[in-house]
């Protein structure tokens, strides 16, 4: 149930600065791997992030920095959106607890 949440809030808030909303989906297909990012020929991308046996944060800095290699973003930019999307996974957080 986090996991969507998570997904819904990091939507909602890449939408509010005009950046390509990534699907979020768990398991990534790669056994060996905690994170992929499959883009499709539309300009969209899903994000794949392994759940299981991984610590919650580390879950949401794959799907925080799924958001920002789906946009291309570097640099400054960057910057910006991750500091946007932590927000919105933390307050995410706060109002489920």
């Not at 768990?26 to 991308?45: F, K, M, N, Q, Y």
């Not at 920002?68 to 973003?73: H, I, K, R």
């Amino acid at each position: 149930m986090r996991f969507a949440n998570a997904a819904r809030a990091l939507g909602d808030s890449a939408r509010s600065r005009q950046l390509v909303v990534p699907a979020f989906r768990s398991p990534p297909r790669l056994v060996e791997v905690d994170r992929t990012i499959r883009r499709r020929s539309d300009g969209g991308a899903t994000v794949s992030v392994r759940l299981h046996g991984r610590p919650w944060p580390a879950v949401l800095g794959d799907m925080v920095e799924g958001v920002v290699v789906t946009n291309g973003l570097a640099g400054p930019e960057a910057m910006r959106a991750r500091a946007a999307l932590w927000t919105a996974v933390d307050a995410d957080t706060a109002v489920a607890a």
